[in-house]
């Protein structure tokens, strides 16, 4: 008896030690089993102290009254299966008819505290079941991407979310997309990410960086390249140039005809032939607020600037040419034409920001609890952040710590990747093809 006390002591130190200092580890010996367990034994309680079920159908009560019985319960909705996953635990639940997926979304942090989890989630699979997704600990608090990840052309991992999952950045799916935080937010740790899975792919990277040392660094995986408001109005202008050109090329591809097949009418980049499908461009702009705002009252070059990038947003999609916005702020007091940019850019991602005006700008038009949540990322938490959908759904992620050396390394091994564009060739940034050795190093060799 003594020897099993012993061993229960030790088993129990163990999970105690584990939970404090290694929470995934203790979530796959300890923690699954401990609630998958709470779930089965807590659900019709927990169900019913959170008001998720629906009085007995009226020919129940009518049995109950007719036999004199008690009244029937509480009807539970049915639990479908429970599935153990590597941060937590899904439940496929059935609805009742009057029940909603609002109901289950409201009673969220109700759940959280009865399951006893760190975070409960719940979307809707098709009319009548959702799936609820229990996060069993912090997966925010270290990040950790899985070892296997979905790639794809112009699909890459760049963060982990809240319940456990990847998101991805689908340049097919959202093509433009402004990503807004405070200094310190992690917003360029996050840039660099995007940047570094981009580097392996066959697409062109150019960037717009007038403060000269953010983009800068990754000059050999660039095509093009501008530090200065004056040589981003002229790459702009070519950009809009070049997707005229594409245009013209699928205008004289799409041979429309009565019988020509659905199938081999060119509408994008994607329909045209693999000869002649041009290269991707994704369009990196660092601090935008540098681009759009102006000491004069009637700038030209700002004009031409904000028309491009606007031509761009809009037409830019069938083109292949693709608009990763960043900046601290991006709001009315740019100046014209900010507004109508903005509309245009369907992703919006939002990092720790010093005031709730800057989280309205990106997410007052999607949701006010994703406005709400921006508020409330905390400063020890760099590189979290909130990401809203047009649908008005969102959800918090934190993307891996991505060091400067880290991107710059991945540029340089995939340097031949670089396509050459004719039309941005005076862009194109001049790199030396080995390291300057330093005057000291050269004096004592």
Same mark, same amino acid.
């Given at each position: 008896?003594?020897?099993?006390?012993?061993?229960?002591?030790?088993?129990?130190?163990?999970?105690?030690?584990?939970?404090?200092?290694?929470?995934?580890?203790?979530? =796959?010996?300890?923690?699954?089993?401990?609630?998958?367990?709470?779930?089965?034994?807590?659900?019709?309680?927990?169900?019913? $102290?959170?008001?998720?079920?629906?009085?007995?159908?009226?020919?129940?009560?009518?049995?109950?009254?007719?036999?004199?019985?008690?009244?029937?319960?509480?009807?539970?909705?049915?639990? =479908?299966?429970?599935? %153990?996953? &590597? /941060?937590?635990? &899904?439940?496929? *639940?059935?609805?009742? %008819?009057g029940q909603d997926a609002f109901e289950f979304s409201a009673a969220a942090d109700r759940l959280r505290h009865s399951f006893a989890v760190h975070q409960v989630t719940s979307r809707e699979i098709k009319?009548?079941?959702?799936?609820?997704?229990?996060? +069993?600990y912090d997966v925010l608090k270290h990040v950790q991407m899985p070892a296997k990840t979905g790639r794809g052309l112009l699909r890459i991992p760049v963060a982990l979310v809240e319940d456990g999952s990847?998101?991805?950045?689908?340049?097919?799916?959202? @093509?433009?997309?402004?990503?807004?935080?405070?200094?310190?937010?992690?917003?360029?740790?996050?840039?660099?990410?995007?940047?570094?899975?981009?580097? $392996?792919?066959?697409?062109?990277?150019?960037?717009?960086?007038?403060?000269?040392?953010?983009?800068?660094?990754?000059? &050999? &995986?660039l095509s093009a390249l501008a530090d200065n408001p004056d040589d981003a109005a002229d790459l702009l202008e070519a950009l809009v140039s070049r997707m005229a050109g594409i245009y013209d090329v699928i205008?004289?591809?799409?041979? *429309?005809?009565?019988?020509?097949?659905? #199938?081999?009418? $060119? $509408?994008?980049?994607?329909?045209?032939?693999?000869?002649?499908?041009?290269?991707? *461009?994704?369009?990196?702009?660092?601090?935008?607020?540098?681009?759009?705002?102006?000491?004069?009252?009637?700038?030209?070059?700002?004009?031409?600037?904000?028309?491009?990038?606007?031509?761009? #947003?809009?037409?830019?999609?069938?083109?292949?040419?693709?608009?990763?916005?960043? +900046?601290?702020?991006?709001?009315?007091? =740019?100046?014209? +034409? *900010? /507004?109508?940019?903005?509309?245009?850019?369907? !992703?919006?991602?939002?990092?720790?920001?010093?005031?709730?005006?800057?989280?309205?700008?990106?997410?007052?038009?999607?949701?006010?609890?994703?406005?709400?949540?921006? /508020?409330?990322?905390?400063?020890?938490?760099?590189?979290?952040?909130?990401?809203?959908?047009?649908? !008005?759904?969102? /959800?918090?992620?934190?993307?891996?710590?991505?060091?400067?050396?880290?991107?710059?390394?991945?540029?340089?091994?995939?340097?031949?990747?670089?396509?050459?564009? %004719?039309?941005?060739?005076?862009?194109? @940034?001049?790199?030396?093809? #080995?390291?300057?050795?330093?005057?000291?190093?050269?004096?004592? #060799?």
């Amino acid at each position: 008896m003594t020897r099993v006390l012993i061993a229960l002591a030790i088993v129990a130190g163990l999970a105690l030690l584990l939970k404090w200092r290694r929470p995934a580890w203790y979530w =796959l010996t300890f923690g699954i089993a401990f609630s998958v367990l709470r779930i089965r034994l807590r659900y019709a309680a927990v169900m019913d $102290a959170c008001h998720l079920t629906v009085p007995a159908s009226r020919w129940r009560l009518a049995l109950a009254r007719w036999s004199k019985r008690p009244a029937p319960q509480q009807r539970v909705p049915r639990l =479908l299966w429970i599935k %153990p996953t &590597r /941060t937590g635990v &899904r439940l496929r *639940i059935k609805m009742w %008819p009057g029940q909603d997926a609002f109901e289950f979304s409201a009673a969220a942090d109700r759940l959280r505290h009865s399951f006893a989890v760190h975070q409960v989630t719940s979307r809707e699979i098709k009319p009548g079941v959702i799936e609820i997704t229990l996060t +069993g600990y912090d997966v925010l608090k270290h990040v950790q991407m899985p070892a296997k990840t979905g790639r794809g052309l112009l699909r890459i991992p760049v963060a982990l979310v809240e319940d456990g999952s990847v998101h991805y950045r689908d340049y097919r799916e959202v @093509p433009h997309s402004v990503t807004v935080g405070a200094t310190q937010s992690g917003k360029s740790v996050f840039q660099r990410t995007v940047i570094k899975e981009l580097a $392996a792919q066959r697409v062109a990277l150019v960037g717009i960086d007038c403060k000269t040392i953010e983009l800068s660094p990754f000059a &050999r &995986r660039l095509s093009a390249l501008a530090d200065n408001p004056d040589d981003a109005a002229d790459l702009l202008e070519a950009l809009v140039s070049r997707m005229a050109g594409i245009y013209d090329v699928i205008r004289r591809e799409q041979r *429309i005809s009565a019988d020509t097949p659905d #199938a081999e009418i $060119a $509408a994008n980049i994607w329909d045209l032939p693999e000869a002649l499908r041009p290269v991707p *461009i994704v369009v990196t702009i660092d601090e935008i607020a540098e681009l759009a705002m102006s000491s004069k009252r009637n700038d030209p070059r700002r004009d031409r600037i904000i028309t491009a990038l606007i031509r761009l #947003a809009q037409l830019g999609r069938a083109a292949g040419i693709f608009l990763d916005l960043y +900046g601290q702020r991006f709001g009315s007091e =740019l100046g014209d +034409g *900010i /507004t109508m940019l903005r509309a245009q850019l369907t !992703g919006r991602t939002v990092h720790r920001v010093n005031d709730e005006s800057t989280a309205k700008m990106a997410f007052g038009d999607i949701s006010p609890h994703a406005v709400f949540a921006a /508020t409330q990322i905390p400063n020890t938490r760099r590189g979290m952040a909130v990401v809203g959908y047009s649908t !008005g759904e969102w /959800t918090r992620i934190r993307t891996p710590h991505t060091s400067m050396r880290q991107a710059v390394s991945a540029c340089n091994r995939y340097a031949h990747l670089t396509p050459e564009l %004719p039309e941005l060739a005076r862009f194109r @940034p001049v790199v030396d093809l #080995a390291p300057v050795e330093a005057p000291a190093v050269a004096e004592a #060799a």
